[in-house]
Structures are given as structure tokens and as C-alpha cells.
């Protein structure tokens, strides 16, 4: 009976055969399985057995499955950013919404695109003028007291005694008004006299002198007799 013959190894992922010492395959490239020794591992003829390439067929089918779980992943992920990037977005005085229109907001103190109108101030009212007391004329037959402010000759017109009343008025002081001394006998006669105030009493006139005397420093208090 004659002995098998050897047998010889090949590649396994090309089937191509291979010599003992190399350490690559010359077809594929593959690097060569060697056990622990260092000794090429035997590897089954694909004739007589399973195929040496056989592993390559559930690699294959892995691969395959790998590759549509990542496209099927990234077509959810690329559906929610559309979704995303459809939302409404804001900014500032502009507003974007889903149909892509740009709508401008409105500008303060405006409601539903009317301008509000105005506000209006109101002016504020005028300082009413004040008025100069009126002229004061000593009543008939009255005795009293008053406090003269000035006195003018009669020659010099009976004008100038007006203008002083009036001064002594714009002055703030009232009941002013201007004697004709001729026509009292407690008076010089020729004189015009600008005084102040018509009094009952000397102490009623005495408490008004003082302020009197503030405007004209020459003021003093004297009796009217009739």
C-alpha cells in the first residue's frame, strides 16, 4: 500500500498554495497563521473539507448590515435637523417664520400696525399779571391817621405826585394815593402828599410804618383832620 501524499497548504482566504517558510501569502497578502512553535498551521485543502475562504460570507453579511443601520441613522438625523431648521426663529426687530416670509416687528407704541397718535402736553398756564393796587382817595370828613411817603410843591404839578404814587404801588405798598393839603387843616397848605394807608388809631399806623419805610426810608406816620 503506498503512502498518502503530502499534503500541501494553502492560502487561507485565496486558496492559493503556499510554501511552509513563508510568512505572507504571494497572491493576497494574507500573513500566514503559524501555531506557537512557529510552524505553519495546517490549513484543510478547500476539497476536502470547508472551504479556507468560507469566513468570509458572515463578514460579508455583518458588513452589509452594518452599513444599512448607518444610512438608515443617517437619514433620521438629517429628517429632525429639517424639522429643526423649519421652526420659527426670532431675532431682534426680524421674525422668520415657517413659510420662509421675513415680517418685521413694530415699533414701540404701536398696536396692530397703527401708529399711536401723539402724546400732547398741556402748556402749562400763564402767571397771571399782577396787578397795582388801585388808587386810594381819603374819604370825606374822615379823621385819621396815615403815613406820608413824599410830598411835592403844588408849582410842580400835581403829575409828579402821581408818578410817586405809582412807584410806591409797584412797590407793593397799598391804599396809596396822593392829599391836596390845602383842603386839611392838619396839613401846610400848597403841597400834594403821596401817602399810604387810612388809619383809625396813631398805633394802627405806627405798626404799618416799618414797612413803609422799607421802600421809602423817608416815610413817617401823620393825623388828617378835615
Known sequence: MSAPEPHTPSC???SAPVDLHQEYCLECGLRLPRNQHGALEQVTDPAEGEPAGGWALPALVGLA?????????????????TEAAVSTATGGSLTVNETGETLTAPEPGTTGGATAPPATTAAPPRPTPSRPPARATWPRDKRG?????????????RGT???????????????????????????HPGYFVVFTGVFDSQAEASSALQRAR?????????EIVP
Open 65 to 81: 448590515v452594518a452599513v444599512i443601520g448607518t444610512a438608515a441613522a443617517l437619514a433620521l438625523s438629517g429628517a429632525g435637523d
Open 145 to 157: 391817621w396815615t403815613i406820608v411817603l413824599h410830598s411835592f410843591p403844588q408849582s410842580d404839578g
Open 161 to 187: 405826585a402821581s408818578e410817586r404814587a405809582e412807584e410806591a404801588r409797584r412797590r407793593g405798598l397799598r391804599n396809596v394815593g396822593v392829599l391836596d393839603s390845602s383842603r386839611f387843616a392838619s396839613l
Open 214 to 222: 422799607a421802600a421809602f426810608p423817608g416815610a413817617y406816620q401823620r
Open 12 to 14: 487561507p482566504r485565496c
